[in-house]
């Protein structure tokens, strides 16, 4: 009851400041018992399917990993999904990158397969070159059409074949695929979406509060970073359905990481949000609500952040929800 108020007490009192806005933001959304149905055509079309089973991780009841079958050729694959970074996770835990989906938009990296008897079979796969080239495409395939969608282009290691370009949706994953053959081009577009296990799944709300809107920077000389504003705000989150009774609630150690977007919507910084709660000895534990506090430097690389509007947004990933809470500010300079 206690706690209950004094979460109250917090929202009241940053009640202007609350205009959260919620919106799901992973774009490798793995959750158990999701099914992508694909409708491939070109050669060898019909349809396509990949699942996310789920999978008992061996890095711990936190970390967002499914077993993912169908994706690529060859055996299903444990595959953790977190804040924007995804990986196969090897025998003994160590991660193999696959996509950097939250990077700046013309960052490019390596994709690489965990090692298994089968992966001379798939070498235009492993070593391929990954670029994301725009997190701004419009895509529209028979499962509707899709905005903000990440574009990444593939240089693989085969001449004339594999993995030419992916679309991926925020919220909903890869909508569409583009590969290369000896015998042509095959297309896979998203056709629906089955999750059976959604209704398993529990909900949550939350909404996220900045201590203030507006930040001045006196930038007078001698300038010193350490004593210019800090973005301050709170994250609070809470259970609606089941209702929080007994164990059920929030995770009381969750994954939480944060940017800044310029008014291009380019990501200008990437910070971590720690969750006091995960030094509990409790690692399955819950909680009613978790209000979680942060504060971040206006400062990139070493430079006060430049006269203009911005946003900040919070990502929270946990094991069957991914959502993200965005607020505007604004920074301007005094000399």
């Not at 390596?110 to 992966?119: F, I, S, Y």
């Not at 993995?163 to 095959?186: D, K, N, T, Y």
């Not at 089955?194 to 996220?208: H, K, M, T, V």
């Not at 030094?279 to 504060?295: C, I, Y």
Request: aromatic share 8%; with cysteine.
């Amino acid at each position: 009851m206690i706690a209950g108020v004094a979460l109250c007490a917090v929202l009241a009192g940053q009640e202007a400041a609350l205009r959260p806005t919620l919106r799901p933001v992973s774009y490798f959304p793995l959750q158990p018992g999701t099914t992508w149905v694909y409708r491939a055509t070109g050669l060898g079309g019909g349809e396509r399917q990949v699942t996310a089973h789920g999978a008992a991780s061996p890095l711990g009841f936190f970390d967002a990993a499914a077993l993912l079958e169908g994706y690529f050729p060859g055996p299903a694959r444990l595959v953790r999904s977190l804040a924007g970074k995804v990986e196969e996770l090897g025998s003994s835990g160590e991660g193999f990158l696959w996509y950097l989906l939250a990077a700046p938009e013309g960052t490019s990296w390596t994709l690489r397969l965990a090692p298994l008897l089968q992966n001379q079979l798939f070498s235009c796969l492993d070593g391929a070159r990954l670029t994301l080239v725009s997190r701004r495409e419009s895509v529209t395939v028979p499962a509707g059409t899709f905005d903000h969608v990440a574009l990444i282009r593939w240089e693989t290691p085969c001449r004339d074949a594999g993995i030419l370009a992916e679309w991926f949706a925020p919220g909903v994953g890869l909508v569409q695929r583009e590969e290369a053959s000896v015998a042509g081009q095959i297309r896979w577009q998203l056709q629906e979406i089955r999750r059976d296990q959604i209704s398993a799944l529990p909900q949550y709300g939350g909404a996220l509060a900045l201590s203030q809107r507006h930040y001045l920077l006196d930038l007078m000389p001698p300038l010193e970073l350490e004593r210019l504003p800090v973005l301050k705000g709170t994250l609070a989150l809470w259970l609606l359905s089941p209702p929080p009774e007994g164990e059920a609630g929030v995770p009381l150690c969750l994954e939480v990481s944060g940017e800044i977007e310029d008014a291009n919507r380019q990501v200008l910084t990437s910070f971590a949000v720690p969750d006091p709660g995960c030094l509990v000895m409790a690692p399955v534990a819950a909680t009613p609500f978790r209000v979680l506090p942060f504060a971040q430097p206006l400062v990139v690389g070493g430079t006060p952040l430049p006269q203009g509007t911005y946003t900040v947004r919070l990502t929270v990933e946990t094991r069957g929800w991914n959502a993200s809470f965005s607020l505007p500010f604004t920074v301007s300079h005094v000399y």
